[in-house]
Every structure is written in C-alpha cells, then in structure tokens.
Nanobody, 115 residues
Framework: QVQLVESGGGLVQAGGSLRLSCTAS????????MGWYRQTRGNQREWVAT???????NYADSVKGRFTISRDNAKKTVYLQMNSLKPEDTAVYYC?????????WGQGTEVTVSS
C-alpha cells in the first residue's frame, strides 16, 4: 500500500500559478506511473496529467500548455506546476500512483482560482 500526501493547494487569482506536490511512501517510487486528477463538487473525478516511470507525460486538453507534471524520484515526489490558472481550474486535486493493476490515491488538496 502506497501512502500519498498532496500539498500546495490554496487560493490564487486568475492568471496566477501554483505548484502542487505529492509525496509517496513507496520504496520503489520510480516504477510507478504518477497522475494528477481533479474533482469539483457534484462531478466525476477528471484526469489532468500523467507521467510514466519512463518519463513520458500526457495532459488533458484543458490544461495542455499551462500545466507541467514532473517527478523527483529521489524525493519520491511528483509535482504539478500550474500556470495561467483559470477559475474553471478550481477543484480538489488528487494524485494517483499506479503500477500494473494496483493504484493508490492521496487525500487531495484544494485549489481555488478567483476571477
């Protein structure tokens, strides 16, 4: 079981930036595919970005060009750099660690973007 702890959420004005962090307890963090998802009240959780163990990244169209996912395996941490934030980016952001069929989720960190 991998424990994930997100941090870095908060309140920011539209056009601003935030960097989210997700630190894992896994001993073999580098083998995991890491992802960021977000969810607003009453809606399903939405995929935002993924970064594989091999370093391949992929992004939802809604964030492409504004968000960057990265990882530091030595720190067992994945980041989500969010620039040019929009009010529609407001959500609770969750990170996920996946290896084969196993997946683990963090508790989420809230991001609010004011207009």
């Amino acid at each position: 079981q991998v424990q994930l702890v997100e941090s870095g959420g908060g309140l920011v004005q539209a056009g601003g930036s935030l960097r989210l962090s997700c630190t894992a307890s896994a001993n073999a963090f580098s083998i995991y595919t890491m992802g960021w998802y977000r969810q607003t009240r009453g809606n399903q959780r939405e995929w935002v970005a993924t970064l594989t163990a091999g370093g391949l990244s992929n992004y939802a169209d809604s964030v492409k060009g504004r968000f960057t996912i990265s990882r530091d395996n030595a720190k067992k941490t994945v980041y989500l750099q969010m620039n040019s934030l929009k009010p529609e980016d407001t959500a609770v952001y969750y990170c996920k660690a996946q290896f084969a069929t196993r997946e683990n989720w963090g508790q989420g960190t809230e991001v609010t973007v004011s207009s």
